[in-house]
């Protein structure tokens, strides 16, 4: 038997289940509505979002949605408010807590997450809204000189504060410090720059005692930047230097790792998911915390209009599909291309 907040990680990472990440700060969201030529206003994205938690089936392959602010108050066209209607389907909510990056002082080409004034009062907020878990992302870019190891520390030490804090109010923090995807640096600088990360962040959760089995880390992948002539790289290889990364990083006491897919295609991620389940078993549970590799099919369909629901809905139940079937190393072309 383990703690409530154990429990609660284990459900989010039961098997054949992820992550939905669905919580698009109003900046982001914009940018996604301004790609299928939709007005973000607060009532398309209500709408969108709706969409997106009343799929029929979706609570077969996702265990839990990660909300924004704004979205954790908004209620559906029936009344109801969003993290009921998740709750009813045995969903977990979950919320953004970090309030976005802004530039790291003397280091002008690096950043740092902001949010931790008044974090434990708004952890109490959120929890009276439903919210069981949290997340908080840091972004590590590579370049020539960078990351700095200022960079890594402060990030590390902010991701320790928000996740001793949500465990205290009894919500399970996701660490996600994610290593960016852009630039032409090699699979190997990701590989070494990943691991760095990880071995700072996971010190500076120990020093403040933050339980490792009451967590659940988000990290990138371990993958060639995007201007690297090797990308995309083969998923077995992918696979292979991830492993090899958390081997030596991540702790076997955290319950899973829940990948963020950071501008990989939809079906690359599933692909490199599926590749390293394939490879199980793992001390943790290896599944998805993606946001765009599950939305983009569903939002491109939706255009927008209420007309698409359906269409809309149909795709996103496919891409969670398939995703779960990469959490048992199961995905097959024949799996992808039956049901579009
Ligand atoms: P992507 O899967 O689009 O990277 O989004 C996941 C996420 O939550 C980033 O913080």
Redesign the pocket.
């Known amino acids: 038997m383990g703690s409530a907040l154990n429990q609660t990680a284990r459900e989010l990472v039961a098997p054949g289940k992820g992550i939905l990440?669905a919580?698009e700060s109003t900046g982001t969201i914009k940018k996604r509505f301004d790609s299928i030529g939709c007005e973000s206003t607060e009532d398309r994205r209500r709408a969108y979002r709706e969409m997106l938690f009343t799929t029929q089936g979706a609570a077969q392959y996702v265990s839990g949605v990660?909300l924004f602010d704004e979205t954790i108050r908004q209620s559906a066209s029936d009344g109801r408010p969003l993290p009921k209607i998740l709750e009813s389907q045995g969903v977990i909510p979950g919320i953004k807590v970090d309030k976005g990056t802004t530039k790291l002082a003397k280091s002008p080409d690096e950043l740092v997450t902001d949010g931790l004034d008044g974090l434990r009062d708004r952890l109490v907020d959120y929890r009276g809204l439903g919210a069981r878990f949290a997340?908080w992302?840091a972004v590590i870019n590579i370049g020539a000189h960078i990351p700095s190891r200022l960079c890594l520390d402060v990030n590390a030490h902010a991701l320790a504060r928000y996740a001793a804090l949500c465990q205290d109010e009894g919500i399970v923090p996701i660490v996600?410090p994610?290593v960016l995807m852009d630039g032409d640096h090699s699979l190997e600088r990701c590989y070494q720059v990943t691991c760095d990360t990880l071995h700072r962040v996971f010190e500076a959760l120990y020093s403040q005692r933050v339980e490792f089995d009451g967590m659940l880390l988000?990290p990138n992948m371990v993958i060639p930047g995007k201007g690297d002539a090797s990308s995309p790289m083969s998923p077995e290889t992918i696979a292979d230097a991830t492993l090899s990364c958390f081997r030596m990083t991540v702790p076997a006491a955290v319950p899973g790792i829940v990948f963020?897919?950071?501008?990989q295609g939809d079906e690359e991620a599933t692909a490199n998911l599926n590749a390293m389940n394939a490879k199980g078993p793992h001390p943790w549970q290896l599944s998805f915390?993606?946001?765009?590799?599950l939305q983009a099919p569903s939002l491109k369909a939706w255009k927008g209009d209420d007309a698409n629901l359906s269409a809309g809905q149909a795709a996103y139940l496919h891409r969670a599909h398939m995703n779960s079937l990469a959490r048992a190393g199961a995905y097959t072309a024949d799996a992808e291309k039956a049901a579009s």
């Open positions: 990440a919580d990660i997340k992302r996600e994610e988000k963020l897919s950071g501008g915390s993606y946001g765009r590799a």
